[in-house]
């Protein structure tokens, strides 16, 4: 928010409860693509994944900002909101 860029880790939750994390820098008024191609073929440089390359993610993530719990959704959909 504002004209810093900002850290933002997405913390993904499979059914069975085990976690995953995706963290990137977001730069000021600019977006950027969580899990997709990135859980595909593994982290670009810049992403940092602690979820395996391949990993389905069907179920629930939250999202930290500045490491504070920011929002919490889940579709049921692999890595989208």
């Not at 977006?31 to 859980?39: H, I, M, Q, R």
């Amino acid at each position: 928010m504002g004209a810093a860029s900002t850290d933002v880790t997405l913390t993904y939750v499979k059914t069975d409860g085990t976690t995953c994390t995706e963290t990137q820098t977001v730069p000021s008024k600019q977006s950027k693509t969580f899990a997709g191609n990135n859980l595909i073929t593994g982290a670009p440089a810049g992403v940092t994944l602690t979820c395996p390359v391949g990993a389905r993610l069907i179920g629930a993530a939250y999202v930290r900002y500045k490491y504070r719990q920011y929002a919490s959704c889940g579709n049921g959909q692999p890595g989208s909101w």
